[in-house]
């Protein structure tokens, strides 16, 4: 069995709770003082996810770097190996907000999408 | 000499200039111009490209980038004018605006009203007074972000943070990230400063250590940062000599306050607030010159951009009022009064016209508690009541009321935050 | 081989001074210096102040010196366009005790044949400094002491000489001298060996290492370390003057007073210390700081601190300041002892030393063509808006403001990188202009300054310095 103490960031209280348990199943959760507290410690506990932001390369542009981030959240563990694959791109002028700049990175089925523009 | 004349005229082109520029020309003010001086307008939020904006403004999670952008779509629309690569030199009382840049040379600005939206600078090491020696590698953490972020340069390899403060936290991880290893973030209080998603997010995701109530005692290095000695401290903030240990670095980044940047208001002699180091504001975000508005960090270092937008926007609407000559007769001005655990109030004051207003006043307690009870009171009137089960001086409160609600015999409104027992 | 008719060992004040003197003479001059910058150690970490020599040890010649030194400024200044101003300093007397000790003080300035000495009621005095305590006895007043830009003054000896000749070898170490008989025949460096008909050790910290290397073991330096205070052009608390302490036997004590650029100058502390690099403040001696000058000025405010520094003076072992010429080491002078008063003296030392030069038997016509004046790069945020407007037409880069709290714009430091004496460094630029100097210590011109530098020298980013080699600002690029 495993047992996590997850801070929530739900809300500014930012409850500590206590989620054991095993094997992909949750065993009991403790410590949280609300339905969303509850729902994060769980999805904290199985699968964290989160939005990965960065910068690749831009040619073409005065500025050296294009602000990038995941379309939606990525688990948690593959964040470093997105980091190679973004340390290897490139951008190229024009770059509109929200084009794609990676498309499906790891296989993950999320993009990494550019979040600046530049002519 | 050039000369522009315009309506409103904004200083500071990041999200709190935006929002006012969109604001004031929403409300009908014909010119609106944004003087900028860097090359693109964006502020702050082009070199904070990681995400958790707009969580409260737009209900969804966006990075700097996309937030101020969505300003700066809506300011092209509206067809605000902006001056960029131009530095403001001075605000005379009178709202004139002198300002220079490369193009026009100096630039003399005539307003009816002005916008100040400068947003704040970062405390330095010798803010904070840490001896030692002088070397390179000692650099602020928005300083370091803009390097890394727009410059595309590393500010070094083995990092020590002083300040939890959020954006201490966010480099940290964003360092983490491109390969650098932070050694510890050390925080002199015994709480954060800065949000706790920021910790987890930030710090536990990426095992870095947080030690909390301690300090960087002296920095070691001639010519580069060698490291720097951390030391646990009393409850006095005074380090403890027996704890002192040494944590080889090359890099110390400083994320330890930021500071309303003033140089300007100060020069139109308008007053400073000696709590929030800003101009002091009734809730129109009008400063004791009544041509002068402000807004954002440049009247208090606010904790979300989010907040920024909302009391810029008011900024906006009402130095455009006061353009088109449509700004509300004064009858009667509140003071504010801060009680137990407020550090201060932001407006500073209100000044009472015939309507029936809603106010938010925001502020930060002094120190953490848990659970408490917010109130509003004028006179015998209890104008807000809310009880909160934890308050943190890293994370901003408000209260609301109406201003009808303030009674005739009143002149003072009073905020206190208690524990209850 | 490089060859020269004098080596100059050392480009702090004094080396500067030096050669700035000899350039007025049909002379090859050489100078030579570890650093990457002129300016020395302790010429660039001292109290900025241009002394009268009242309290000097009468008779001695750093009396003498700094005695004659002092009115030469008011034309130098101008000639070489370094800010300066004679602010005049107070010495009031807080205690009886002290306020007994006045008489003396005004005994030595007039054996020093400083005769404008005066003295002052308390009330005189607090109607000139009214922070200064209220306890206050009654004090001296020294009209001509005054303030200057220290980073400029070696700055401008320097591209002055240079423009005159004189050639400057940076980031060179004088490794050894090589003795033939009973002379230097040249000496050893990092940038390879300078053959010299004439040595002048002007090394200030490392003198005595210097002085080893030409067989002359007399006398040994110490570093005394002394740590300061810079306070913010807005604190709440200022002085007009500067404020000395009545020194007692120990020590001369902490001042307080304005730098030129308008801050606030509080210190310095006096540490003998053996280690001739450590250059860190502490919190004991920060502290020390505060305790006294408060004796003095009891509402400063060294929480409006922008920065705090420490320098290391030379302390000689036996203590004064030794000019000295030897009869086995014919062509050789070895300067010593100079300590605080080093920056004041510097230039009537370099006459001094011309004079020594001639004396131990060089033969050197003047030149027909000296050129006394050099312009500073142009100081935007003190010309009128007008001035501004036609600098910036003439080169847009004024138009750009870089460092916000001192107003420097790119064109200034651009020039500053392409001077003669070229600013190479983010603390050489600071140095010539005050870009990062102002209250947000460059957080945000930095990494501004950082970039232009790497692009006029056009070198990587990680080669640019914040001063000497191996104190690079950026490790690598991101992407």
């Not at chain 2, 704040?120 to 010798?126: G, L």
């Not at chain 2, 060698?226 to 009393?234: I, S, T």
């Not at chain 3, 009973?182 to 003198?207: F, H, M, Q, S, W």
């Not at chain 3, 210590?441 to 191996?470: M, S, W």
């Amino acid at each position: 069995m495993q047992e996590k103490k997850i801070i929530c960031t739900v809300c500014p209280i930012g409850c500590t709770i206590a989620v054991k348990g095993e094997g992909g199943k949750i065993l009991s959760i403790e410590g949280h003082t609300c339905k969303r507290g509850e729902e994060y410690s769980a999805n904290e506990f199985l699968h964290p996810v989160r939005i990965l932001t960065s910068t690749v390369r831009l040619k073409g542009s005065d500025m050296p770097l294009m602000p990038v981030r995941s379309n939606k959240p990525l688990p948690r563990e593959s964040l470093f190996d997105c980091m190679e694959e973004i340390k290897k791109t490139e951008a190229k002028v024009p770059v509109r907000c929200m084009d794609v700049i990676i498309k499906d990175i790891l296989g993950t089925g999320i993009d990494i999408v550019a979040t600046g523009n530049a002519e | 000499m050039h000369n522009i004349q315009c309506d409103v005229a904004i200083i500071g082109g990041g999200p709190a200039g935006l929002a006012a520029a969109v604001s004031a020309k929403k409300q009908g003010a014909q010119k609106v111009l944004i003087i900028e001086r860097d090359t693109a307008l964006g502020g702050i939020l082009q070199q904070c490209i990681h995400p958790g904006f707009g969580l409260t403004y737009y209900n969804e999670e966006l990075t700097g980038p996309e937030y101020y952008g969505r300003f700066i779509k809506q300011a092209e629309s509206l067809g605000i004018e902006s001056l960029l690569d131009t530095m403001v030199l001075e605000v005379q009382p009178t709202g004139k605006i002198i300002c220079v840049n490369s193009k026009y040379g100096i630039t003399y600005v005539d307003a009816k009203s002005v916008v100040l939206a400068m947003g704040c600078r970062e405390r330095t090491r010798a803010n904070i007074q840490i001896p030692g020696t002088r070397p390179a590698g000692i650099y602020t953490a928005g300083a370091a972000q803009r390097l890394i972020n727009r410059q595309n340069e590393m500010v070094g390899r083995e990092i020590v943070i002083l300040g939890s403060g959020d954006i201490g936290m966010i480099m940290a991880r964003r360092l983490t990230l491109e390969g650098a290893h932070v050694v510890a973030v050390v925080e002199i209080m015994n709480y954060l400063a800065g949000l706790t998603r920021n910790r987890v997010q930030c710090l536990d995701d990426y095992d870095i250590p947080l030690l909390l109530s301690h300090t960087v005692t002296r920095i070691v290095g001639n010519e580069r940062v060698e490291g720097v000695y951390v030391a646990q401290v009393d409850e006095n903030k005074r380090p403890i000599g027996e704890t002192e240990e040494f944590y080889p670095c090359d890099t110390l980044l400083l994320s330890v306050g930021l500071i309303p940047e003033n140089e300007l208001s100060r020069a139109t002699d308008i007053e400073i607030s000696a709590v929030t180091n800003g101009p002091v504001v009734n809730q129109f975000m009008q400063t004791s010159n009544p041509a002068v508005f402000a807004c954002g960090n440049v009247v208090h270092v606010n904790d979300l951009v989010d907040n920024v937008t909302l009391e810029s926007e008011i900024a906006g609407r009402e130095a455009a009022r006061y353009a088109m000559g449509s700004f509300p007769q004064v009858k009667r001005r509140i003071s504010l009064e801060t009680g137990n655990n407020v550090r201060y109030l932001c407006p500073h004051l209100l000044d009472i016209a015939d309507m029936d207003e809603q106010i938010t006043l925001y502020f930060r307690v002094l120190a953490p508690e848990h659970n408490v009870t917010i109130t509003a009171k004028s006179g015998d009137a209890v104008l807000y009541k809310k009880k909160a089960v934890k308050v943190n001086p890293g994370e901003m409160e408000h209260v609301t009321f109406k201003t009808g609600e303030i009674p005739a015999s009143s002149d003072c409104v009073r905020v206190d935050v208690t524990k209850e027992v | 081989m490089l060859k020269t008719d004098v080596l100059i060992i050392g480009a702090g004040a004094s080396g500067c001074a030096i050669a700035r003197e000899l350039s007025k003479y049909q002379l090859d001059v050489m100078v030579a210096d570890k650093n990457e910058d002129v300016g020395g150690d302790a010429s660039k970490s001292n109290s900025a102040i241009i002394h009268t020599g009242y309290d000097a040890s009468p008779g001695t010649l750093e009396s003498q010196l700094v005695v004659a030194a002092n009115p030469m400024y008011d034309k130098l200044s101008e000639d070489l366009e370094i800010p300066f101003e004679r602010v005049g300093a107070i010495l009031p007397a807080i205690t009886d005790e002290q306020f007994e000790k006045l008489p003396s003080i005004k005994e030595k300035a007039f054996k020093n044949r400083v005769y404008d000495v005066e003295y002052k009621t308390a009330e005189q005095l607090l109607k000139m400094e009214p922070n200064l305590n209220p306890e206050v006895k009654g004090g001296l007043y020294i009209p001509r002491e005054s303030i200057i830009d220290p980073f400029l003054l070696v700055v401008a000896l320097a591209e002055n000489a240079q423009e005159n000749g004189v050639s400057f070898l940076l980031s060179t170490k004088v490794t050894g001298l090589k003795i033939e008989g009973d002379r230097i025949a040249g000496a050893e460096t990092t940038a390879g060996p300078i053959e010299a008909k004439y040595v002048i050790n002007a090394a200030g910290l490392y003198c005595d290492e210097i002085a080893h290397m030409a067989g002359k073991d007399d006398y040994y330096v110490n570093p005394r370390k002394g740590q300061f205070y810079i306070l913010d052009k807005n604190t709440s608390c200022k002085v007009e003057h500067i404020v000395l302490p009545i020194p007692t036997k120990l020590t001369k004590g902490k001042l307080m007073c304005p730098t030129i650029h308008g801050n606030m100058l509080v210190g310095p502390t006096a540490e003998d210390l053996t280690d001739k690099v450590d250059k860190s403040t502490t919190r004991e001696g920060l502290d020390s700081i505060e305790t006294d000058v408060r004796k003095l000025i009891p509402k400063v405010n060294l929480r409006d601190s922008i920065t705090q520094y420490c320098g290391l003076r030379p302390n000689r072992n036996p203590e004064g300041l030794h000019v000295d010429t030897y009869d086995d080491v014919k062509n050789y002078v070895n300067l010593s002892g100079i300590r605080s008063t080093g920056l004041t003296g510097s230039v009537a030392l370099g006459k001094y030393v011309a004079q020594t030069l001639i004396d131990i038997g060089m033969k050197a016509p003047f030149k027909t063509n000296f050129i006394e004046k050099r312009k500073n790069i142009p100081c935007f945020h003190k010309l009128s808006r007008n001035d501004q407007n036609l600098l910036i037409k003439q080169n847009p880069l004024y138009g750009k403001v870089i460092c916000r709290c001192e107003t420097i714009t790119e064109g200034e430091i651009v020039e500053a990188i392409h001077r003669p004496i070229p600013a190479r460094s983010v603390d050489a630029v600071k140095r010539r202009l005050r870009a990062g100097m102002g209250r947000c210590q460059g957080g945000f011109c930095g990494p501004r300054v950082i970039d232009i530098l790497a692009r006029e020298l056009n070198i990587p980013v990680t080669e640019v310095n914040k001063n000497n080699k191996g104190s690079y600002m950026i490790a690598g690029k991101v992407r």
